[in-house]
């Protein structure tokens, strides 16, 4: 997969944009009024991670390239969305290029900031997003399977299959209970080539607790009642204090983050969430002087990773050198590594581990 590309949604006034601020340093229009995002934003942000400063140091590489997360900011959403309501048509095609969610819910209230439905309630407003994502999905597999029944008169077996998994998938979607996602994603196989179901996305619910701080509220402890039931991480964030905190230089946000006990950034913590929530892991290639992070698929292998790299890497692939992140770092350097016996080389079918640090070797 590409750079991982997050979507930041909910409805209007609930702080994506600051959120987006705050994780990607863009700097992009708050106002407080609906709809100040209407094209979304997107900003490319590295992914902190302390590993890759060490295997650089010790590999003797001047350059360093982490990965990378992708941030979305798109529009907000209202009731009837899925009717075209707002800025409904232009959200759901935004969310459907996503690979995963951070829904903002709100949870401060201040006068000068309106709320779209008049008060503060964060289980209402999480409700009412996953409605109109479920109606929109309901609207896609209506018009997917009327066409599959007019192709399963044929009597095919493959085409009456897909019909009866459709149906499964409308009944689970358009149901009354919690979605199971696990029996969901299964039917979810039988759809069209290229469509997805925004509502069985991998979502993070992002409590924005305004400027009193991100320990736990009682809005935040509501919500994560409702998300538990989801299956969906919560992360309490203050969208508006870390957003000042990335207007600051390195000493002095470190300096007011001990003053707010602010013990994590939120990119931190959401960036470990979406890799748990996608299940994702880190490796690490060294190659003429740069060294590089990777983000890749628990369980994928070697070839795989390689083909992350470059196409030619993975159709030329010969063999890949591993050594373990920990082995590494207390080796001090490849050769020592090597005369230890933990330095390692593995063939195309070596399932990657997280903090792998891998040389390819590969012919053009």
Known sequence: MSSLKVGIVGLPNVGKTTLFNALSRVGAQVA?????????????????????????????????????????????????????????????????????????????DISDVSHIAGDIDPVRDAEMIETELRLADLDVLSRMIGKARQSAKSGARECVEKVKALESLESIIGGDTAIDYEKARKFAAFLDPGVGMVSLMPSIIVVNSGESGAGESEAGARIREWALLKGMPVVEVSAKIESELAELDHEEALEFEREMGIEEESLDRIVRESYQLLGLITFFSIDSGECRAWSISRGRNAQEAAGRIHTDFEKGFIKAEIVHYSDFAACGCFSRARDMGLLRVEGRDYTVLDGDVIHFKFST
């Open 32 to 108: 407080s009024y609906p709809f100040t995002t209407v094209e979304p934003n997107v900003g490319v942000v590295p992914i902190p991670d302390e590993r890759l400063n060490k295997v650089a140091d010790l590999a003797e590489c001047r350059k360093r390239v982490p990965a990378s997360i992708t941030f979305v900011d798109i529009a907000g959403l209202v009731e009837g969305a899925s009717k075209g309501e707002g800025l409904g048509n232009r959200f759901l095609a935004n969310i459907r290029e996503v690979d995963a969610i951070l829904h903002v819910i709100r949870a401060f």
